[in-house]
């Protein structure tokens, strides 16, 4: 799904307390950015070149791994100590060879930042690219378009993306009908390259991620934690690794 690499699904689970938060150790990236958005719960995270922070309900987190970062994600302190439901998403998204090796850098966009149109029953919330007149506050170094679509039952609205853009939605609460289609919740759906304009009606109230992305028309060369153009560059991202080039962060 050019430029989109992974998304990493959290469906909603319910976590038990503890004082010890559950989450990822120190982990490399190179190559690309990782977009996470919270829907349920809140997670902490810090990395090599001095970033950091509380990614709550609503919020979003766009990191730009570029040359290369140790990251580390845990679910937030407190949080932990009481549990509760959790649901996340975790997008990758490829970076144009131009840029690959350019200086990481985060983007923290709080849920109330983030720009609103109302439609039908509901609001579009604009994390990245245009809807109408309205732009995103993250910034991207392709154009990309990621909305979260909130939809009271009977709510409706027409989307339109290039047709060579690679377009997708992800169910996150209800039941929607894309085109007619049935769609219910925690389910994935892609869409052809075949046209422009589709429908979303919710059935029942629903949040829906929504995905679109002009391709990156360059080679990918991808190992794990790494996604580079050449086999030669993940060759060279490991041995920078190896070499500490990343930098430090205590586990």
């Known amino acids: 799904m050019n430029p989109f ?17 559950r989450g990822l150790s120190v982990h490399p990236h190179r190559g690309f950015e990782t977009v996470t958005i919270a829907y349920k719960g809140r997670v902490e995270h810090h990395d090599s070149a ?9 919020d979003v987190q766009w990191m730009t791994a570029a040359r290369g970062v140790l990251h580390k994600e845990y679910h937030e302190r407190e949080w932990s100590k009481s549990g509760g439901e959790f649901q996340m998403t975790q997008l990758w998204v490829n970076l144009p ?5 350019s200086p990481p850098k985060y983007q923290a966009i709080a849920h109330s930042e983030i720009p609103r149109v109302p439609v039908e029953k509901g609001e579009i919330e604009v994390i990245a690219g245009q809807y109408g007149d309205i ?10 378009h990621l909305y979260n679509v909130r939809l009271s039952e009977g709510g409706s609205v027409n989307l339109e993306f290039p047709a060579r853009f690679n377009t997708a939605l992800v169910v996150i609460e209800g039941d929607i009908l894309v085109n007619e289609v049935l769609a219910p919740a925690d389910h994935f759906v892609l869409m052809n390259n075949d046209g ?56």
Do not use: C, W
């Not at 732009?135 to 154009?143: I, K």
């Not at 153009?229 to 990343?246: I, M, S, V, W």
């Open 50 to 58: 001095g970033g950091g922070g509380i990614i709550g309900e609503g």
């Open 135 to 144: 732009s995103g506050r993250a910034e991207t170094f392709t154009p990309i």
């Open 196 to 251: 422009t304009t589709f429908s979303v009606r919710a059935s029942k109230d629903a949040v829906v991620l929504v995905l679109s992305g002009e391709p990156i028309t360059e080679p990918i060369a991808a190992h794990g934690p790494f996604v580079m153009n050449t086999r030669q560059e993940l060759l060279e991202a490991f041995e920078d690794y190896n070499a500490g080039k990343f930098g430090y962060l205590e586990d």
């Open 5 to 21: 690499l992974m998304l990493d699904y959290n469906s909603k689970h319910i976590f038990p307390p503890t004082d010890k938060p």
């Open 97 to 101: 060879a131009a840029v690959k090796m």
